[in-house]
């Protein structure tokens, strides 16, 4: 599949029309950055580390029945994905607290929440995405009560999928960032999952395996990733 007009290209991936218009090719990018673009770096390999996590990931949540954009990885760092219109919103599932909910509500981080939960937040980049709050999202039109429904659900289930997949990696999955879209009128996964969108933490140790290393210096960014790639491909089929 050949890559023709560049649609898109934002911080970590660049997206490419094909001959076929229901399907795109999505790049990887070497880039790393953080608070809101502000923080930026690049690191060799790191598109082709991201790409080789989420294909797995995403493989193995269609082989459990998650209906996701994912076709087929092409290149060390480019995959066929579904055409999708966006949903502009980031679904993000917590189970312990980290990030801007310990800032939101001053609770320690690293707190198991006793039901997971799931959050909405605008997904624009002039705005710094805020969160919204229920009703905001239906004043935004961006979803209908039935498809915020699904959304949720969706999200949980994943959750779980995703919670047992990285258990089996000897991984805690503390919080993730979903995105979904429309493919005529289903509700598709679209993005990725990666340690740019996931926090992961070493269930023996605590040590953090994900973007927190890079956003505060933590340390060797680049083994922390290929470390996760290590764990996921070992355990996927
Ligand atoms: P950002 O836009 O935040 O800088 P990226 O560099 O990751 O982020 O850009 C990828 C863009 O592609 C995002 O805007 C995302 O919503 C969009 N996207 C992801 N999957 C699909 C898809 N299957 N179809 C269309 N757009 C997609
Ligand atoms: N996240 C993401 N993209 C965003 C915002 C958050 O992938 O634009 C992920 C982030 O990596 C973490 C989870 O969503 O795994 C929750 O992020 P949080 O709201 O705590 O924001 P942070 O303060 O970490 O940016």
Known sequence: ?????????????????TDDPNLLIQEFKDSLTAFDGVKKSSMGGKGSINCEITSALFKM???KGIDTHFVKKIAPSEQVVRHLKMIQLEVIVRNYVAGSLKKRTGLPEGKEIERPIVEFYFKSDELHDPLLAFDHIFMMGFVSMAEYNYLRKAALKINEILGNFFSECGLKLVDFKLEFGRHGTDIVLGDEITPDTCRLWDEKTGEKLDKDVFRFDLGDVE????EVMRRVTEISV
């Open 223 to 226: 083994s922390v990733y290929k």
């Open 61 to 63: 949540l269609e082989s």
């Open 1 to 17: 599949m050949q890559k023709r007009k560049k649609l898109y290209e934002g911080k970590a991936k660049i997206l490419w029309a």
